[in-house]
Antibody, heavy 115, light 110 residues
Framework: QMRLLQSGPGLVKPSETLSLTCTLS????????WTWIRQTPEKGLEWLGY???????DYNPSLNGRVTISLHTSRNQFSLQVASMAPADTAVYYC?????????WGQGTLVTVSS | EIELRQSPGTLSLSPGDRATLSCRAS??????LAWYQHKPGQPPMLLIS???SRTTDIPDRFSGSGSGTDFTLTISRLEPEDFAVYYC????????????FGQGTTVEIK
């Protein structure tokens, strides 16, 4: 059974880059899409983007190019970077398996943007 | 961007009641629609995909229907563990067309 375990900081300063990692157990990154989502009280659930195991990515245009999703196949991990973090980026961030229907989710990471 | 509007915002029901949740899309999504259950402190859980296909291990009291722009999630008889927030999500497969979620329906105990 596939499981996703998230890691990364809970606090980021304004203008810094957020980096979160999702580690897969019980399976392989191959032949799947891997997605990042976030949730805020204001905007609800927001799809940030995905990466396919080949490295192809698709991002939400509303993030204006600030999002990068990468694969680290040797470690069975994929990661999220969000540049130029602002208080409005304070959210619970989730990683998930899939590009459409999201079948397995990480536990979520609350990221607060504050100086 | 495809907008999803869920109604009602809150459903106040009792265990054993039938719950009917609606999701309306701003343009056709075919059957590329999923439903999730979300409880506090947990990640969302996929219930239904392709508008009506129940995920493995999801009880058959959950059912989904619809296509195009109008979708429904029905919980035939509410169990105590079903009181939660429910989200719909569209996943039309088009590059640079973001997947989007509805704002959620809270099913609360009356």
């Amino acid at each position: 059974q596939m499981r996703l375990l998230q890691s990364g900081p809970g606090l980021v300063k304004p203008s810094e880059t957020l980096s979160l990692t999702c580690t897969l157990s019980g399976g392989s990154l191959s032949n799947n899409h891997w997605t990042w989502i976030r949730q805020t009280p204001e905007k609800g659930l927001e799809w940030l983007g995905y990466i396919y195991y080949t490295g192809t990515t698709d991002y939400n245009p509303s993030l204006n190019g600030r999002v990068t999703i990468s694969l680290h196949t040797s470690r069975n991990q994929f990661s999220l970077q969000v540049a130029s973090m602002a208080p409005a980026d304070t959210a619970v961030y989730y990683c998930a398996l899939g590009s459409g229907r999201l079948r397995v989710w990480g536990q979520g990471t609350l990221v607060t943007v504050s100086s | 961007e495809i907008e999803l509007r869920q109604s009602p915002g809150t459903l106040s029901l009792s265990p054993g009641d039938r719950a009917t949740l609606s999701c309306r899309a701003s343009q056709s999504v075919g059957t590329s629609l999923a439903w999730y259950q979300h409880k506090p402190g947990q990640p969302p859980m996929l219930l239904i995909s392709e508008a009506s296909s129940r995920t493995t291990d999801i009880p058959d009291r959950f059912s989904g229907s619809g296509s195009g722009t109008d979708f429904t999630l029905t919980i035939s008889r509410l169990e105590p563990e079903d009181f939660a927030v429910y989200y719909c999500q569209q996943y039309v497969n088009s590059f640079r067309t973001p997947r989007t979620f509805g704002q959620g329906t809270t099913v609360e105990i009356k």
